[in-house]
């Protein structure tokens, strides 16, 4: 998906940036059910990241203690994906 900021550069289009996906309430309770996980015991990221901002610019608020979905897509390894949980910082 290609968006367009007026006057900013958007982080999540460029190569080297994996796909980010902000999941709801709903989606982070099943994947962390799946995963047998708490959201504390996910990887954090910081709510200033770029790429959290750049969502929250996109896809509406972004607040601590959602979690994100990141797909990083390689020729060499395929398809990995992973999760991280939003807090301040």
């Known amino acids: 998906m290609v968006i367009r ?3 900013e550069f958007n982080v999540l ?14 989606e ?8 047998k996980l708490t959201k504390d015991q996910l990887p954090k ?10 969502l929250d ?3 509406g608020p972004v607040e601590e203690g959602m979690v994100v979905k990141i797909v990083r ?4 390894s395929g398809v990995s994906i992973c999760y991280r949980l939003v807090v301040r910082g």
């Open 28 to 35: 982070a309770e099943k994947v962390l059910k799946q995963l």
């Open 5 to 7: 900021m007026a006057g």
């Open 57 to 59: 610019a996109i896809v």
């Open 45 to 54: 990221t910081r709510i200033t990241d770029p790429c959290i901002r750049t």
């Open 73 to 76: 897509r390689s020729s060499t």
């Open 13 to 26: 289009e460029h190569e080297l940036v994996p796909e980010y996906h902000l999941l709801s309430e709903k």
